[in-house]
C-alpha cells in the first residue's frame, strides 16, 4: 500500500482485524484498542496531520502531555502508550509507513500499589448478607449468591465469570472450565460452599430467569440473556455498600482477596498462579506483598516488643 493511501480509518480497521484474528486478543482488548486509536487520530488530525505518516514524535509527545493535563492515572496513559506503540511497530513492519515514530515514545512507569482486599471475616460477612438476600427466594438473589460465592472460592475475572456455560461446570469434582486472557483455557476448583449455592440456583432459580435466547450460558440477567459484567459489577458493589466499614470493591476486588487468602493459608504461589491464569509469576507474587504488609501490622500491633 502507497503511504499516501494510508488513512486513519483503514489503517486502524487493519490492525484491529490483525489484533483479533493473529493475537487472539479478548473483545474488551480489542475495544479498548479501537478507542486509543481514534483518541490519538482525533488529536492528530487537529493539530494538521492529514495521513498516517504525517505522525511524529512532536505529535506523539503532545498526545500523551494531553492526557497529563486530562489528569488522567499513570495506569491509563501507560496503557494507552502501549497500544499506540504496538500499533506503529506493526504499521511499520507492514510497510504503511516508513520508520515507526513510536518507537523513542517514553511510556511513563506505573507505581505498583498494592490492591485492597476484604479480610477473611469480612468477606464471611459479606457472603452472610448475600445469603439473606436469596432467603427471599429471588432468582436474582439467589444467582448473586451463587455468583458471589464462586468469585471468591476460584479468583476468576468478571470477564471469565460471564463468559461460563452450564457444560463448563464438573460440580463431581468441583470444578470449572475456563477461558481467560488470550483464549487461554483452564481449570479451577471451587469449595463445598460454591458449590451448594450454585447447585441451588441451578435446581430453582436458573429456569426462573430463561428465555430462549439464554442458550448453554450459566448466569442469566433479568431478561433471560447472558448476564452483562456491569450487571455483577454493580451487585457487588451494592451488597458490599450495605455493610459498615467495607472496602469499596467490585469483582476484581474478591479476586485480590481469595488470592491472598489462598497464600496466606499456604498455599504454593505457583499453584496461587495457576488458579488465577497469571500468564507471569511476577503478577502472583504481588499477593505475597499484601500478605506480608497485614503480617507485619498484626506484629506490630500484637508483639509486645514491636
Not at 499456604?266 to 507474587?285: C, K, M, P
Request: proline share 3%.
Amino acid at each position: 500500500m502507497e503511504l499516501s493511501n494510508s488513512t486513519f480509518t483503514a489503517a486502524t480497521d487493519r490492525f484491529i482485524q490483525y489484533v483479533e484474528l493473529e493475537l487472539g486478543r479478548s473483545a474488551n482488548t480489542v475495544m479498548a484498542y479501537r478507542k486509543d486509536l481514534a483518541n490519538l487520530f482525533s488529536f492528530a488530525q487537529s493539530v494538521g496531520c492529514e495521513q498516517l505518516q504525517d505522525i511524529g514524535i512532536v505529535e506523539l509527545r503532545g498526545w500523551l502531555a494531553n492526557h497529563r493535563i486530562a489528569e488522567l492515572s499513570s495506569a491509563t496513559i501507560a496503557r494507552r502508550a502501549t497500544a499506540i506503540r504496538m500499533f506503529f511497530a506493526w504499521a511499520t513492519h507492514t510497510k504503511l509507513i516508513g520508520e515507526d515514530p513510536a518507537s523513542a515514545l517514553v511510556i511513563p512507569k506505573v507505581s505498583k500499589r498494592l490492591p485492597q482486599v476484604l479480610q477473611r471475616q469480612q468477606a464471611e460477612e459479606v457472603m452472610n448478607r448475600a445469603t439473606l438476600r436469596a432467603d427471599d427466594n429471588s432468582p436474582s438473589h439467589v444467582r448473586d449468591l451463587a455468583i458471589l460465592e464462586l468469585l471468591y472460592a476460584t479468583g476468576i475475572r468478571v470477564g471469565e465469570l460471564v463468559g461460563l456455560d452450564i457444560h463448563d461446570l464438573d460440580q463431581s469434582r468441583r470444578t470449572i472450565r475456563v477461558l481467560g486472557k488470550g483464549n487461554k483455557e483452564r481449570v479451577v476448583p471451587y469449595g463445598a460452599m460454591a458449590e451448594k449455592t450454585v447447585s441451588s440456583y441451578l435446581a430453582n432459580s436458573r429456569a426462573k430467569l430463561a428465555t430462549q435466547e439464554s442458550g448453554a450460558a450459566l448466569f442469566l440477567g433479568q431478561r433471560g440473556k447472558r448476564i452483562d459484567q456491569r450487571v455483577v459489577r454493580s451487585m457487588v458493589h451494592e451488597v458490599l455498600s450495605s455493610l459498615a466499614g467495607m472496602p469499596n470493591l467490585g469483582p476484581h476486588g474478591l479476586r485480590h482477596s481469595a488470592a491472598t487468602h489462598l497464600i496466606e493459608g499456604g498455599a504454593d504461589i505457583r499453584t496461587v498462579q495457576e488458579i488465577l491464569g497469571h500468564a507471569s509469576l511476577a503478577t502472583t507474587q504481588l499477593y505475597t506483598h499484601v500478605s506480608m504488609d497485614r503480617l507485619r501490622a498484626v506484629f506490630a500491633q500484637a508483639h509486645p516488643r514491636a
